[in-house]
């Protein structure tokens, strides 16, 4: 009995006492002048009973069950736990997926500040881990040219150079209208290419005129039939289009390899039903796998299809590596048919611009730097690598990310996350949430509205000018005189604190066409024998 009177004086329900004892006195005090502040404060303990009552008997959460009132203040604290630890407890090289340092070079190149550092690195140089560029005692003069690489060079009637830097895969639906807009318009002012993402090419994309990479996946938005198949005639009637100069067909994403997904029929807006081509009042699907091909051979036969049908612009693939048989099956249908794709995009697991599941975000797929050397390898190793262009994406902000990349194969990079930066995009991680604070990943009209295009697109313009200076004066600090020089040998990682590896140690090359020859090192021996050209499943399983 005694601890049934103590109980309401227990840390536990304190908070529910105070309130009911405020309540009654308030109301007692109110009595004699019901205009006095007596009654609001009569009115606010009375709220705080009633949502007291409500926790202890609601069934839905045991804490408040436990703890009435007080236990809100939980909630509210889980709520801005992404703000107090970006705000207050992070420091410059803390910040997961990108650090503050990272986020922060990106906003001041978009405006134009001052991008330089005081007082030296903040980072542990013999920390395992650490990375670092070897210069040159006899340093380059630094270029000023716009750099670029040529795809479609052997097959294509109408091949295209790009930039070093372009915007990676983003649709409209994951991005706000005013985003794409101002990517745009930033790409065409600056020169470089905007990837549109599986959602379709968009009218926000068209407004500008810049250069558009056109992004196909399993859902064949904007040339599908109604059944959700490849329609080749509606392919063919967009890609017309001056505006797109290469065509992408997507295998696999880095955030979510081997997910497909699906925009419930609630969502699907007269606007998105008419990008997409989809009946309004239906599901919108991406299926996991195309519906155009299931082999390795079926790939490349669609590819050379879509060149044909583009009038001769680059077609290619973009995937996260998975099993490496798959790949290395690819490259085996291209010695067997003489088809090959333009370029090949490799998405590293680290990408991830939209939403995913947890365990696809965290455990699947490769990581870009190793399936980017793998696939760069396959290729020396097979003979073709002179033949097929590589982009790569994948967590790259900055001119150094840029530079290893390049050293580790790819002829150029995609970068979503750092564009979205240059937006104005604060890293809240809502963009799941249509609740976008700077109108980046929304919706909403009403968020959307707070991105000036104007504005964002002379930061996005910016932002690639200035990371692509700084990429010309690291090449030249290396003795280089074009960042496409740069190479393994150029860059080292620290494996210990008194050893560290150049890459050309850690990421061994073949030698070109030692595959065809029969000299097939240890990493790729395994799934070389596995992989065949008429199925993406292993030799060994083929017939199970």
Known sequence: MLRLLILPFTPRFVALTLSVAGFLGCLVAAMGDWSSLFFLATLAFGALCVIGAHDLYQREHAILRAYPISAHLRFLLEHIRPE?????????????????????????????????????????????????????????????????????????????????????????????????????????????????????????????????????????????????????????ALAASDQIKMIEVKLSQGAKPGHGGVLPAVKVSEEI????????????????????????????????????????????????????????????????????????????????????????????????RDGLAFVHHALIGVGLRETIRIGAAGKIATAFDMARTLALGADWCNSGRGFMFALGC?????????????????????????????????????FHRATLIALAELAAAAGLDHPSQFAPEHFCRRISPHEAASFADLYPAPAPGAFLAGEIDARFAAAWRRARADSFRPAQLVSA
């Open 84 to 236: 107090l630890r970006q705000y207050f407890f992070e420091d410059n090289k803390d910040g997961r997926p990108f650090s503050r340092d990272k986020r922060a070079i990106v906003y001041q190149r978009a405006k134009m500040n001052i991008d330089k550092r005081p007082f030296g690195t903040e980072i542990d140089v013999y920390e395992e881990g650490f990375e670092w560029l070897r210069h040159s005692i006899a340093a380059r003069p630094v270029s000023h040219e716009h750099f670029r690489t040529r795809v479609g060079a052997a097959s294509c009637a109408r091949p295209y150079d790009i930039s070093l830097l372009n915007v990676s895969a983003m649709s409209f639906g994951a991005l706000s209208g005013n985003a794409i807009r101002a990517l745009n318009l930033g790409a065409r002012k600056g020169e470089f290419a905007q990837d549109t993402g599986e959602g379709g090419f968009s009218p926000y994309h068209q407004e500008s005129g810049g250069d558009i990479v056109w992004q196909i996946a399993s859902g064949y938005f904007g040339c599908r039939t109604r059944a959700g198949a490849f329609d080749p005639e509606k392919f063919a």
């Open 273 to 368: 039903a008419r990008i997409r081509g989809v009946p309004m009042g239906e599901d919108c699907v991406s299926p996991a796998a195309h519906s155009a091909f299931s082999t390795p051979i079926e790939l490349l036969q669609f590819l050379a299809l879509l060149r044909g049908l583009s009038g001769g612009k680059p077609v290619g693939f973009k995937l996260c590596v998975g099993q490496p048989w798959e790949f290395l099956a690819i490259c085996k249908a291209m010695l067997e048919t003489g088809l090959h794709p333009d370029f090949i995009i490799i998405d590293g697991k680290e990408g991830g611009t939209g939403s995913a599941p947890l365990e696809f975000m965290d455990h699947i797929g490769m990581p870009m």
């Open 426 to 462: 604060i890293q809240s991680l809502s963009c799941h949430t249509d609740r976008c604070p700077t109108g980046v990943a929304t919706q909403d009209p009403s968020r959307a509205r707070a991105l000036v295009v104007s504005d964002k697109a002379e930061r996005v313009r910016n």
